[in-house]
């Protein structure tokens, strides 16, 4: 807190803004608009300035809005009209409002010059006992009457500071208060027998701002208040979240109970992370409504990712690794007994009511792999899962029995696979990636046609850039045999195959151009491989 000083009270001629302040019955302040605590000062501009082209007219009081009763003073005002601060006074019975006092047409000193200075009076008027100034920035000034009862019943910090000063009429001085209308507002609360229904319509950062400046007089009953109020009201945006949070834990490492406001974002409660994400997974996974389950994964998948960013979800991920391919795995016994099902010799002869439900469940649990696969590739942690689809012969050979229409969503994994490993979001093993060319590139292709004209998210593109890039990543017999076997699939079917003609340019230079091993050799081999095929 700024330094206390302890001085006499002394008249002087200061100059006095005068600020609209209404005061309740109970005496209580209500806190000035913030116009007049601006750290900049600005050049006045009363109300009732007359024109220059016409006489100065005659003052007179409104009588529709309350207005502010303030004392006659006892000497004779300057030509400047400056009056004594101590002279200011404002009553409790009828709240009032100042009307701007127009100065006589004199010279006057720059604004910045001059000391800004506000003088309030709580409780009833000419009762007070002790003065509290407030030095703000630049030079501003609040001189605040108040009761020393009042201060000492509600203040740590004020009973303190008058225990240890003599008898008579004490003024505390306190400099270089970094928010002076709070520090007001804060002695204000002193005197309001109601402080939650004064802080109702508060904002949360002004009531923080108040928490912080309770804190510092040690004003429980306002510390007490102020929790009740965060606790209660929402707190919206992180950024407030975060300063509430910060606010309240600055609190409780002083021994503050604030237990009621931690619980919004913490629990006592100790569940195991994996049940919850697995239980979150399970219920995303088994909706059958398409718009809640496709904006839902979106949610999921974005909050995950944020998860994974974090420095402290190190320890936490390889749990929650082994609950996406549990999901995982039970997606793909779901979609080969569906597979096996749609397979029928009598499955197409079935009406289409019969056959709906089947083939709408196949596109489900293909979705539901896309996702997962999704997730883990943001985790790094999809290796096993090009594993375990590259080893899902069975379904590779049930996939020609199916009508195409049923069956192309389990070739967007694929391709989403090849998409991965191109671009180094999944590094499987040698083995790995030749098993998963061998069993699912075959069905890809015989999917191509479908999928660059019904599925709206398929970018051929891509697509072709990742299955040339992960070919290109085996030995160069593999790559060899992979691509001649393309090569005639390409030239029987042109556009409903994938174009691989760099991944097949890159193979030829490795292989003719530049290569490594001796090259008659190696062009032997080619040309009886061309002939055989």
């Given at each position: 807190?700024?330094?206390?000083?302890?001085?006499?009270?002394?008249?002087?001629?200061?100059?006095?803004?005068?600020?609209?302040?209404?005061?309740?019955?109970?005496?209580?302040?209500?806190?000035?608009?913030?116009?007049?605590?601006?750290?900049?000062?600005?050049?006045?501009?009363?109300?009732?300035?007359?024109?220059?082209?016409?006489?100065?007219?005659?003052?007179?009081?409104?009588?529709?809005?309350?207005?502010?009763?303030?004392?006659?003073?006892?000497?004779?005002?300057?030509?400047?009209?400056?009056?004594?601060?101590?002279?200011?006074?404002?009553?409790?019975?009828?709240?009032?409002?100042?009307?701007?006092?127009?100065?006589?047409?004199?010279?006057?000193?720059?604004?910045?010059?001059?000391?800004?200075?506000?003088?309030?009076?709580?409780?009833?008027?000419?009762?007070?006992?002790?003065?509290?100034?407030?030095?703000?920035?630049?030079?501003?000034?609040?001189?605040?009457?108040?009761?020393?009862?009042?201060?000492?019943?509600?203040?740590?910090?004020?009973?303190?500071?008058?225990?240890?000063?003599?008898?008579?009429?004490?003024?505390?001085?306190?400099?270089?208060?970094?928010?002076?209308?709070?520090?007001?507002?804060?002695?204000?609360?002193?005197?309001?027998?109601?402080?939650?229904?004064?802080?109702?319509?508060?904002?949360?950062?002004?009531?923080?701002?108040?928490?912080?400046?309770?804190?510092?007089?040690?004003?429980?009953?306002?510390?007490?208040?102020?929790?009740?109020?965060?606790?209660?009201?929402?707190?919206?945006?992180?950024?407030?979240?975060?300063?509430?949070?910060?606010?309240?834990?600055?609190?409780?490492?002083?021994?503050?109970?604030?237990?009621?406001?931690?619980?919004?974002?913490?629990?006592?409660?100790?569940?195991?992370?994996?049940?919850?994400?697995?239980?979150?997974?399970?219920?995303?996974?088994?909706?059958?409504?398409?718009?809640?389950?496709?904006?839902?994964?979106?949610?999921?998948?974005?909050?995950?990712?944020?998860?994974?960013?974090?420095?402290?979800?190190?320890?936490?991920?390889?749990?929650?690794?082994?609950?996406?391919?549990?999901?995982?795995?039970?997606?793909?016994?779901?979609?080969?007994?569906?597979?096996?099902?749609?397979?029928?010799?009598?499955?197409?002869?079935?009406?289409?009511?019969?056959?709906?439900?089947?083939?709408?469940?196949?596109?489900?649990?293909?979705?539901?792999?896309?996702?997962?696969?999704?997730?883990?590739?943001?985790?790094?942690?999809?290796?096993?899962?090009?594993?375990?689809?590259?080893?899902?012969?069975?379904?590779?050979?049930?996939?020609?029995?199916?009508?195409?229409?049923?069956?192309?969503?389990?070739?967007?994994?694929?391709?989403?696979?090849?998409?991965?490993?191109?671009?180094?979001?999944?590094?499987?093993?040698?083995?790995?990636?030749?098993?998963?060319?061998?069993?699912?590139?075959?069905?890809?292709?015989?999917?191509?046609?479908?999928?660059q004209h019904g599925c709206r998210s398929f970018d051929r593109k891509v697509v072709e850039e990742g299955i040339g890039r992960t070919i290109l990543t085996l030995p160069l017999e593999d790559q060899q045999s992979i691509l001649l076997a393309w090569l005639g699939n390409f030239?029987?079917?042109?556009?409903?195959?994938?174009?691989?003609?760099?991944?097949?340019?890159?193979?030829?230079?490795?292989?003719?151009?530049?290569?490594?091993?001796?090259?008659?050799?190696?062009?032997?081999?080619?040309?009886?491989?061309?002939?055989?095929?």
């Amino acid at each position: 807190m700024a330094e206390i000083r302890v001085t006499k009270v002394e008249q002087s001629q200061t100059k006095i803004r005068n600020v609209p302040i209404a005061v309740t019955p109970e005496g209580f302040w209500c806190c000035p608009s913030p116009v007049v605590f601006q750290k900049t000062p600005k050049a006045p501009n009363p109300l009732n300035k007359p024109k220059s082209s016409s006489p100065p007219p005659k003052t007179t009081v409104q009588k529709k809005h309350p207005t502010m009763t303030e004392k006659k003073p006892t000497t004779t005002q300057t030509r400047s009209g400056v009056v004594s601060d101590d002279q200011q006074t404002f009553g409790s019975e009828n709240p009032a409002t100042a009307a701007p006092v127009a100065p006589e047409r004199t010279p006057r000193p720059k604004i910045e010059n001059v000391p800004r200075k506000v003088a309030i009076e709580f409780g009833e008027p000419g009762t007070s006992d002790m003065k509290v100034i407030l030095l703000g920035k630049q030079g501003f000034c609040v001189k605040l009457s108040v009761h020393r009862k009042v201060l000492v019943e509600n203040s740590r910090f004020f009973a303190d500071k008058l225990s240890e000063q003599e008898s008579g009429l004490p003024c505390l001085e306190i400099d270089d208060c970094e928010d002076v209308e709070i520090y007001v507002e804060t002695v204000g609360l002193m005197y309001c027998k109601e402080m939650k229904q004064r802080l109702i319509k508060q904002s949360v950062s002004r009531v923080l701002r108040i928490l912080k400046v309770a804190e510092l007089f040690g004003f429980n009953s306002c510390i007490q208040t102020c929790l009740e109020y965060l606790e209660a009201v929402p707190w919206v945006g992180e950024e407030e979240e975060e300063k509430v949070v910060s606010s309240v834990l600055r609190l409780q490492g002083e021994g503050i109970g604030v237990t009621p406001v931690l619980k919004r974002v913490s629990s006592d409660v100790s569940n195991s992370p994996r049940d919850t994400i697995s239980h979150i997974m399970e219920l995303v996974l088994k909706s059958n409504e398409e718009r809640g389950r496709r904006e839902m994964k979106s949610v999921v998948l974005k909050l995950l990712r944020e998860k994974n960013s974090l420095p402290s979800n190190a320890g936490s991920a390889d749990v929650c690794n082994e609950t996406i391919y549990t999901s995982c795995r039970s997606c793909l016994n779901s979609l080969l007994s569906l597979f096996k099902q749609a397979a029928e010799p009598d499955f197409n002869d079935k009406p289409g009511d019969s056959k709906e439900p089947a083939v709408k469940q196949i596109a489900i649990e293909a979705d539901n792999l896309s996702w997962l696969l999704e997730i883990l590739i943001d985790r790094q942690a999809a290796d096993e899962f090009a594993l375990m689809w590259a080893s899902q012969q069975e379904l590779a050979t049930l996939h020609p029995k199916l009508s195409i229409v049923s069956r192309y969503h389990v070739s967007c994994i694929t391709a989403r696979l090849f998409v991965g490993i191109g671009k180094g979001e999944l590094l499987p093993v040698k083995d790995t990636r030749h098993l998963l060319l061998q069993t699912w590139l075959h069905p890809l292709i015989n999917d191509y046609s479908w999928l660059q004209h019904g599925c709206r998210s398929f970018d051929r593109k891509v697509v072709e850039e990742g299955i040339g890039r992960t070919i290109l990543t085996l030995p160069l017999e593999d790559q060899q045999s992979i691509l001649l076997a393309w090569l005639g699939n390409f030239l029987k079917a042109g556009d409903n195959c994938p174009n691989l003609q760099r991944a097949f340019e890159v193979w030829w230079r490795r292989t003719f151009i530049r290569p490594y091993v001796d090259g008659q050799e190696l062009s032997s081999t080619v040309c009886g491989e061309l002939s055989s095929t």
